[in-house]
């Protein structure tokens, strides 16, 4: 990988440099321009001998200032990865003293420049993975059977698309995404990426699906309340955006629940139901609820979650039986529907649901 060397990148290296040795440095571009120095005069100028070291791959000395050839006294030295000359560092000084950090800055270049490879590689992985993903996720038609020929193994998998998104201000989220990729990199997975601003995307293979989900108690363990999450069918991969789709109504079914996480395969009717527009659940509730107080509502949940138990929902309201009829009745009267009348019940039974 051509390492491209920015002004920034430039400057760090003689900051670092001059920390160590004490003098003044510059760094020239191989057409001779002073991209970065300690001598903040120089930068921009144009350096002879930095140009001719950059052109020929040989040490440079200077003996004396040459002001009109916009170089000082000093010893300048190409910087050479993979036999490709990338820049030149030049140490500003008597050529006799200061010649003998020559070995000393080529090795800071060196590591500075194998470290901001190493980066940029690392970057250029993640960058590739995440077009995978989005390809994926988006339905990208070419893209993934380009994917599907180039990459057979992952064609033959089903997948299972899992979202996972935090809140503005969550401090963790760095050490998340970091522990979500050490987790998918130890399981030999491929597909997963973050998407700015909140949001994490695995793609779990079927074959190891069952070791990625007995993780999830210990990240509900580590990370929740911060983060929730919604778990996709499983798919075959031309259809990877199906149970990306799933996902997201299961990562909304959690937010509204106020639980870590749902899976798509456990929502059942919510599946309908969350597939619905947000203004479409909301008049539909007004609709059906717009006659009744909050505590009647409760009622009615407990009375659903109860399974239209009058005993049981009594018991739990700390009320009298007939006093729970009563009530039941009067919202019967309230709403034109008798929440003991299984038709009537359905439509109560939605419209009160917390989440919807």
């Known amino acids: 990988m051509?390492?491209?060397?920015?002004?920034e990148l430039a400057q760090q290296i003689v900051d670092s440099a001059k920390a160590v040795v004490g003098w003044n440095i510059n760094f020239i571009d191989c057409q001779g321009r002073v991209m970065a120095s300690t001598d903040s005069s120089r930068i921009g100028a144009y350096h002879k001998a930095g140009h001719v070291a950059a052109r020929t791959g040989q040490v440079q000395t200077v003996q004396a200032d040459l002001p009109d050839e916009g170089v000082s006294k000093g010893v300048n030295y190409p910087i050479?990865?993979?036999?490709?000359?990338?820049?030149?560092?030049?140490?500003?000084?008597?050529?006799?003293?200061?010649?003998?950090?020559?070995?000393?800055?080529?090795?800071?270049?060196?590591?500075?420049?194998k470290e901001y490879r190493l980066s940029q590689e690392a970057f250029s992985e993640e960058e590739h993975r995440s077009r995978q993903v989005m390809a994926l996720i988006y339905h990208d038609e070419d893209t993934i059977q380009q994917l599907a020929e180039d990459q057979p193994e992952?064609?033959?998998?089903?997948?299972?698309?899992?979202?996972?998104?935090?809140?503005?201000?969550?401090?963790?989220?760095?050490?998340?995404?970091?522990?979500?990729?050490?987790?998918?990199?130890?399981?030999?997975?491929?597909?997963?990426?973050y998407i700015y601003p909140n949001t994490f995307v695995?793609?779990?293979p079927g074959q190891v699906y069952p070791d990625w989900e007995r993780k999830l108690s210990?990240?509900?363990?580590?990370?929740?309340?911060?983060?929730?999450?919604?778990?996709?069918?499983?798919?075959?991969?031309?259809?990877?955006?199906?149970?990306?789709?799933?996902?997201?109504m299961a990562l909304q079914a959690a937010a509204d629940r106020?639980?870590?996480?749902?899976?798509?395969?456990?929502?059942k009717l919510a599946f309908?139901?969350?597939?619905?527009?947000?203004?479409?659940?909301?008049?539909?509730?007004?609709?059906?609820?717009?006659?009744?107080?909050?505590?009647?509502?409760?009622?009615?949940?407990?009375?659903?979650?109860?399974?239209?138990?009058?005993?049981?929902?009594?018991?739990?309201?700390?009320?009298?039986k007939n006093t729970l009829q009563y009530r039941l009745k009067r919202i019967g009267e309230a709403t034109g529907l008798d929440p003991r009348v299984f038709r009537d019940a359905v439509t109560l039974y939605i419209a009160t649901l917390p989440w919807f």
């Open 154 to 193: 992952l064609a033959g998998s089903q997948y299972a698309a899992a979202i996972f998104r935090w809140h503005e201000g969550f401090r963790q989220a760095g050490a998340f995404r970091q522990q979500m990729a050490d987790d998918c990199q130890g399981l030999g997975m491929t597909l997963y990426t």
């Open 272 to 320: 309908l139901l969350q597939s619905l527009d947000g203004p479409v659940r909301r008049r539909y509730r007004k609709d059906i609820c717009q006659h009744l107080t909050d505590h009647e509502i409760h009622l009615l949940q407990v009375y659903y979650q109860q399974n239209l138990s009058i005993q049981e929902t009594a018991r739990i309201l700390c009320i009298h």
């Open 80 to 113: 050479v990865m993979g036999r490709q000359v990338l820049g030149v560092i030049g140490i500003t000084g008597e050529p006799a003293v200061v010649g003998q950090y020559g070995f000393l800055l080529t090795k800071i270049c060196e590591v500075f420049l």
């Open 2 to 7: 051509k390492v491209r060397i920015t002004d």
């Open 218 to 248: 210990r990240w509900k363990e580590w990370f929740y309340p911060g983060i929730l999450a919604g778990i996709g069918t499983e798919e075959p991969f031309h259809r990877i955006h199906e149970s990306y789709r799933f996902a997201k």
């Open 258 to 267: 106020q639980v870590f996480c749902i899976h798509a395969d456990e929502m």
């Open 202 to 204: 695995v793609l779990v």
